[in-house]
């Protein structure tokens, strides 16, 4: 393909508008994006919110979460961004739940370490399904980094890293120069520790209103 080719080809995107425009830019199909950072500092508060913001205004979003499926601290975080009233957000522990992925436009996977998932894994995911947008969580190691090395880094269109609820774009294949860090939406600094949850107990999955759970 020569360069006058090139220039002139019709690339779809995703036309991210304000807040996440701003931050992520207007990113292709099937991008891949990973979400780092301390406990504590907006990391689920940002993935959430990111979440429901795709669900309500570009397809269907599967959120996939071991650790805080049916608990209060979700529950609590869908009625902070305001997600309480979606259909088109799915929730579930294991993504094989899920059933056919291809009805899904984006996947979020809370955490890679939860999910026992490497990058090798996420390659096949994304072989399976080229135009599937997708957004790993990953929790941090005590040096400041993130549990499953560096492959993470370079195998991710985007690298998005939450400090003291603050985004920071440390990589993003889709701008051309980098954007200035920008506050999460919602968040608030928590207390250390953990909020009280309610994992196992169905009486929790009745809080969710309609945003749909998969059992």
Request: hydrophobic letters at 40%.
């Amino acid at each position: 393909m020569t360069a006058k080719e090139a220039v002139k080809l019709d690339i779809k995107k995703i036309p991210f508008g304000e807040y996440y425009g701003k931050l992520l830019g207007h990113p292709q199909p099937g991008f891949l994006m990973i979400v780092h950072g301390p406990p504590w500092n907006g990391k689920t508060f940002f993935s959430v919110g990111f979440a429901k913001y795709l669900a309500e205004n570009f397809g269907n979003v599967l959120y996939a979460t071991p650790e805080q499926y049916g608990s209060l601290a979700l529950q609590s975080l869908l009625s902070e961004v305001k997600a309480g009233e979606l259909t088109q957000m799915v929730l579930t522990k294991k993504i094989q739940d899920a059933g056919d992925l291809r009805r899904f436009d984006f996947l979020f996977i809370d955490s890679a370490t939860a999910h026992r998932l490497r990058t090798p894994d996420i390659e096949a995911l994304r072989e399976k399904h080229p135009s599937l947008c997708i957004v790993v969580i990953l929790q941090s190691t005590k040096d400041g980094g993130f549990r499953g090395g560096q492959e993470w880094a370079h195998d991710a269109d985007i690298k998005l890293r939450i400090e003291n609820c603050t985004a920071y774009v440390d990589k993003n294949r889709f701008l051309t120069q980098k954007p200035e860090p920008l506050p999460v939406p919602f968040a608030k600094l928590k207390a250390q520790g953990k909020d009280q949850e309610a994992a196992g107990d169905p009486a929790a999955l009745n809080v969710f209103k309609n945003v749909r759970l998969l059992k």
